[in-house]
């Protein structure tokens, strides 16, 4: 004991000098960063500008984050046109002018300033592929290493993280003295994915040679609890919080704990264009389509909708319904979704519904909308979906939605308007396959006021609801950007 008591003084003085070592450090990058933020924010004609800029490493993918980034630079250039504007991208094999283009013909969004896209070469270090074990901490220490390299490139005055990177948000707070703010599409972790571990439920991000062994499972819930409690810390660092929904509100308030500067702002969806679509009481043709909008993800579950959708062509027969085809419209950002695809395809051969079932990847926007002008059913199948762009899609256009029993859709969503229903919820394939054949039985009548009912609900989620509750929102983050003009 005296040994160890005499090793206390030298350890806590080398300690303590390890902590200065590591502050001068820490305070020798700053004075690096603020000069390369000095020389960003000095324009051609030697006036200082604001720079506002977003982290979106997938900014070219076509999913409704996505469509978040392109509105929220839309209604902040709308504001503050003296600002310059950049997006950190991984989209190196693109020109800017290429993701510009990309957004308007998926999403019918253009610009109107200009933008600076800075293209990051290490967006592989957030690629869950390079983690098959502790992938959640590998993606968000990676994310730390990509942050680093956007901010050496260009140090903003104002940081908006769009994809959930929240490792990010201390390393621009304090290294790069940014007003920092965030919009939470889905919390990187929640007390959801806790319960499934410490239930030893199989999921996605729960293995089944996991859920067998109770050690492995109390060491990945220690992992867990430990990662939440890191995840609460970084995402503290935010000066305003934005979420997509109610489910994400719950989650972001339990986990991040900053409720005074927490606002719920849903994700813009284009539900006008849609609405403009003319709704007619029957079908053109005898066959019904059903379709289904999200990226080709794992969590999106596309296996789920081909299994109930073979379930349902099994009953066809005796429930004496017409032809029926399943079209799976999504993006792909990768080829780890690419070879999803290629999966879901092998899924419908070995289920013998290949005939009956199309994909199609990175469509047009005329062509999203014409698919669901003419579908009668619209699937999701995404548990606890932070809130679902492709639902209210379907919805505006007159499609009646079958989403899971969880999430967003269950909360927000797909939810009773003026007391009539808005579309259906499941959660098994049993429960899709028949909520299904109920659909397709009903009278076109009865399904003309589902529809009606759903489109007359979507006017909240509308771009302009969007843009007036974004800019409200991130108001506290141009407080002091006196160089901004309205």
Not at 474 to 485: A, D, G, N, P, W
Request: charged share 20%; aromatic share 12%; with cysteine.
């Amino acid at each position: 004991f005296r040994f160890f008591y005499s090793l206390l003084l030298p350890g806590l003085f080398v300690f303590g000098t390890l902590c200065v070592c590591l502050l001068i450090v820490l305070w020798r990058f700053r004075l690096l960063v603020q000069r390369k933020k000095k020389s960003a924010s000095s324009s051609k004609t030697g006036k200082n500008q604001t720079v506002i800029a977003f982290f979106h490493p997938y900014c070219n993918a076509g999913g409704g984050g996505e469509r978040v980034l392109w509105c929220a630079l839309r209604a902040l250039q709308k504001k503050y046109p003296e600002a310059l504007y950049v997006v950190y991208t991984g989209d190196a094999d693109v020109s800017g002018q290429q993701i510009l283009e990309g957004a308007f013909r998926r999403f019918n969004i253009r610009l109107t300033r200009p933008v600076k896209f800075v293209f990051l070469r290490k967006r592989y270090l957030v690629e869950d592929s390079l983690y098959p074990h502790f992938t959640l901490l590998g993606q968000s220490l990676g994310s730390i290493f990509l942050g680093w390299e956007a901010l050496m490139q260009c140090v903003p005055d104002v940081y908006i993280d769009s994809m959930g990177y929240a490792f990010t948000l201390p390393l621009f707070k304090y290294l790069g003295g940014c007003r920092v703010g965030s919009y939470v599409h889905y919390p990187t972790i929640s007390t959801d994915m806790l319960s499934v571990v410490k239930n030893q439920n199989v999921g996605f991000n729960n293995a089944a040679f996991i859920t067998r062994n109770p050690f492995l499972s109390k060491v990945k819930l220690i992992y867990y609890y430990l990662f939440a409690f890191m995840y609460g810390l970084v995402g503290s660092c935010s000066d305003i919080v934005m979420v997509n929904s109610s489910w994400t509100l719950n989650h972001i308030l339990s986990l991040w704990k900053v409720g005074n500067c927490t606002n719920i702002v849903y994700p813009p969806c284009d539900v006008q264009t849609f609405l403009d679509l003319p709704l007619h009481e029957e079908k053109a043709t005898s066959e019904h389509l059903l379709v289904s909008v999200g990226q080709f993800r794992p969590e999106k579950n596309h296996p789920l909708q081909i299994r109930a959708f073979a379930k349902l062509l099994n009953k066809k027969e005796s429930e004496s319904l017409p032809p029926l085809k399943l079209v799976l419209i999504g993006g792909c950002r990768n080829q780890d979704d690419e070879l999803r695809v290629n999966q879901l395809r092998r899924l419908a051969e070995d289920l013998g519904v290949q005939e009956d079932v199309e994909f199609k990847i990175n469509i047009p926007f005329d062509e999203l909308k014409n698919y669901l002008s003419e579908a009668t059913i619209g699937l999701h199948t995404m548990w606890n979906e932070h809130f679902g762009i492709g639902i209210v899609e379907c919805m505006a256009a007159g499609t009646i939605v079958l989403a899971h029993n969880s999430g967003g859709p269950k909360l927000d969503i797909v939810v009773p308007h003026h007391g009539e229903r808005t579309g259906f919820l499941a959660e098994s394939e049993e429960a899709y396959a028949e909520t299904m054949v109920h659909i397709l039985s009903m009278s076109a009548e009865q399904r003309l006021q589902i529809r009606n009912s759903a489109r007359a609900s979507v006017s909240r989620f509308s771009d302009q609801e969007f843009e007036e509750t974004f800019l409200s929102s991130v108001e506290r983050l141009f407080q002091k950007c006196h160089t901004c003009t309205d």
